[in-house]
């Protein structure tokens, strides 16, 4: 994809060098690619197709990587993901409970934005990557 953008558009590979962050550099790219008017429709369809195969195989090295952790016989590789999505769980509402119970409890803003975020991730990655898992099988 990178020698494709570089022979097709240089420019967006050095517009988007700040901007990765927020969802990631292949995401990034592809928001820049779509309102780029220096490249033909052939070209950003080409993109587009890239950027799906590489995302396909993104997900591929994660679900292998979830089947390698499963079967390991390290009992800290199988059980760290339900222990994770076990301990944000708790974590909510003993906040919640805290915090309807205590009127004067009030966590820091960085704190709630970092403990959603967590949790988005991390159910995300566990219900919806489990599904799929369960689908392909």
């Given at each position: 994809m990178?020698q ?13 060098a ?12 592809a ?9 033909s429709p ?13 995302e396909?195989?993104?997900q591929?090295?994660?679900?292998r ?14 059980f760290?993901r339900p ?5 944000l ?6 906040i919640?409970?805290?915090?309807g119970?205590d009127p ?7 704190y709630i ?9 991390v159910?995300?990655a ?8 369960k689908?392909?099988?």
């Open positions: 990178g494709f953008l570089a022979s097709t558009a240089p420019h967006i590979l050095s517009d988007v700040d901007l990765a962050p927020g969802g990631g550099l292949i995401k990034t790219i928001r820049v690619v779509s309102g780029d008017a220096g490249m052939s070209d950003k369809m080409e993109f587009a197709r890239l950027a799906a195969e590489e396909m195989a993104a591929e090295q994660v679900t990587r979830w089947e390698a952790d499963a079967q390991a016989d390290v009992k800290l590789a199988k760290i222990v994770t999505l076990i301990s769980t708790v974590f909510f509402m003993v919640a409970v805290w915090d119970l004067q409890f009030m966590p820091p803003e960085n934005d970092l403990l959603q975020f967590l949790m988005m991730t159910f995300g566990y219900f919806a990557g489990r599904t799929v898992e689908i392909k099988k």
